[in-house]
């Protein structure tokens, strides 16, 4: 549908040369056989619109039309002449067009000219139309305004720039659309009057949810990941939402475009939802939260990037208590929790995946009974996905090991196995991995025990001589072997992994008053990019751990881009062994 609206006098604008290859522009980014830049121009009032002519003879310029002028045209060299056309005042509300015909020795062709009785954006046509391909496509909208314009489109359109010599004719990319019919409308406004102005409105609907990949081609196509960390996990109190209360900023989509634009093309959500629980006796989740938890999905899937909706800690009311046994009560919120979130989301092709749970265990003393609690509401989680059908029906699934610790998910004594599922080929297992701690997670020094001091330095290359804060385990030789343990456990049989969690924190020179700045900057980089490189030569997929300090939560761009190069060049040099 296309809305117009027109106020005022009238003004000039038109249509010109299309975009070329760069074969057929000279020196100057012109072709050189004979073209005239606009064929339709839009005037107002006596304000003169210029045109260009390539030409090989001076053109001669002829109006059909007694209040049209023409200026002799001049030569700019290189075979390019321009000339102005202006009109006499037009007092009355009429349209009036004209015809100007432009011939030279190599060509001939012709100008219509309107002139408006009010100042106008008017669109021409839209191509190839205003309903697009669910699948992705481009679009181009042809318009004519009197004047110079603003223009603003849905986030979901990128412009494309190309050589021309009028700036009449907008050009966008769109992705395929994996969530719900979206509409959008670009509004082309005048600056000189801004209750000037044209809408146009395209819509897309879904696409058909692509769900034929199995986890192991998923986890291969997943290049790097991250965390929106801290953010909608964060607990909702006294009926207000916790999103943006431990960050800076709620999820907008221009930091969507942000994380991909810097090169990462999955992204972890960890979520609460226990604390957003409308009716507690029906285990009911308020919808709007399940809405805003969409609305992200659909900004990461709708950039063709993965994501990962999981159940976090959420106030520990499931992985705080594993220790104490298997309770119906957890279970049947497990279930319940999973139905409601599978349900609203079912919708997303196999570009989301779902995570049961987030760290079992983390509250310490893992046996082999905790185990077993853990496996039994996981089973409950695969068996609630399943039971929504539709692309849950096949989606891949993502399960966690005991504490997500790599020892303990390997471990033979705690038989831990994963759920049984109806759906083969889809299972993938979660460990996290911050080691060495006192590295990555110590908050002070001597917390953890005497003589344990803040390590600042990973990496024998990068160690400080002399220094207290060099790591003294941990190094490189140590990663590769726990990868690896998850390698011979899962990935060669099939299964792949996901590091759902690895980051060191960012520490404070204040705080260290003897830190080489340079030194722990670099190696805080190279950590992340042997995690990342090894994390990925064993078959586990790196999603970072990042919660504001590293990347701008408002626009996407990096605060510490030395830590996210160290992240790219560890995914770059990684490869997959699958």
Request: glycine content about 8%.
């Amino acid at each position: 549908m296309i809305r117009l609206s027109y106020i005022a006098l009238s003004l000039a604008l038109a249509l010109g040369f299309t975009s070329c290859s760069d074969d057929d522009y000279n020196e100057r980014g012109i072709g050189n056989d004979f073209k005239v830049s606009r064929s339709e121009i839009a005037l107002a009032a006596s304000a003169p619109q210029t045109v260009t002519v390539r030409a090989a003879s001076a053109p001669a310029v002829v109006s059909d039309s007694e209040w049209l002028h023409a200026t002799t045209p001049a030569h700019n060299g290189a075979g390019i002449y321009t000339f102005d056309l202006a009109a006499d005042e037009h007092t009355g509300y009429d349209t009036r067009t004209g015809i100007v015909t432009v011939t030279a020795s190599n060509g001939s062709s012709q100008i219509s000219v309107t002139q408006y009785g009010h100042e106008t954006v008017e669109i021409l046509s839209t191509t190839p139309g205003t309903t697009l391909e669910p699948t992705g496509g481009t679009l181009s909208i042809h318009y004519a305004a009197t004047g110079d314009v603003d223009i603003t489109v849905p986030h979901w359109l990128d412009a494309v720039t190309s050589k021309s010599l009028t700036e009449s004719t907008l050009s966008y990319t769109y992705n395929a659309n994996y969530s719900e019919t979206r509409t959008g409308d670009v509004v082309i406004t005048l600056k000189s009057d801004p209750s000037v102005s044209a809408t146009v409105t395209f819509t897309q609907d879904a696409t058909e949810g692509v769900m034929t990949s199995d986890a192991k081609t998923i986890a291969s196509r997943m290049y790097a990941g991250i965390n929106i960390g801290n953010t909608m996990e964060c607990p909702a109190s006294n009926g207000v939402w916790g999103e943006g209360q431990w960050t800076t900023a709620k999820v907008n989509v221009n930091y969507i475009k942000g994380l991909k634009a810097m090169g990462f093309n999955a992204v972890r959500i960890p979520c609460a939802w226990d604390s957003y629980v409308i009716d507690a006796a029906n285990n009911t989740i308020d919808p709007a939260w399940l809405d805003r938890v969409s609305e992200i999905v659909g900004w990461i899937v709708n950039e063709d990037m993965y994501a990962i909706v999981n159940i976090h800690w959420d106030g520990g009311w499931l992985e705080n208590h594993v220790g104490d046994g298997y309770s119906s009560t957890i279970d049947r919120k497990q279930h319940d929790y999973w139905t409601q979130i599978a349900t609203r989301l079912n919708k997303y092709d196999e570009h989301l995946l779902f995570a049961g749970m987030n760290e079992p265990g983390m509250n310490g003393g893992i046996t082999s009974s905790t185990v077993q609690t853990i496996m039994k509401y996981q089973q409950t989680f695969v068996d609630a996905v399943r039971a929504t059908g539709g692309n849950n029906a096949v989606r891949c699934l993502i399960h966690q090991g005991p504490e997500t610790n790599i020892d303990k998910t390997v471990d033979a004594s705690l038989q831990y196995k994963l759920p049984v599922d109806n759906v083969t080929g889809r299972a993938l297992v979660e460990i996290h991995n911050y080691d060495p701690s006192n590295y990555t997670l110590l908050e002070e020094d001597n917390a953890w025990g005497p003589n344990m001091p803040i390590k600042l330095y990973w990496g024998s290359k990068f160690h400080v001589a002399g220094s207290d804060r060099n790591c003294d385990w941990g190094q490189e030789d140590f990663i590769d072997q726990q990868y690896k343990k998850m390698q011979d456990a899962y990935v060669s049989k099939g299964i792949p992994v996901i590091v759902g969690e690895y980051s060191s924190m960012i520490r404070n020179p204040a705080d260290f008053p003897e830190m080489d700045v340079e030194r722990y900057e670099q190696s805080r980089a190279y950590w992340n990019e042997y995690q990342t490189m090894s994390a990925k030569n064993h078959g586990c997929v790196p999603f970072y751990w990042e919660t504001g300090g590293d990347i701008n939560r408002t626009n996407g761009k990096a605060l510490k881009q030395y830590a996210i190069d160290g992240l790219m060049r560890g995914a770059s040099a990684g490869v997959y062994p699958f």
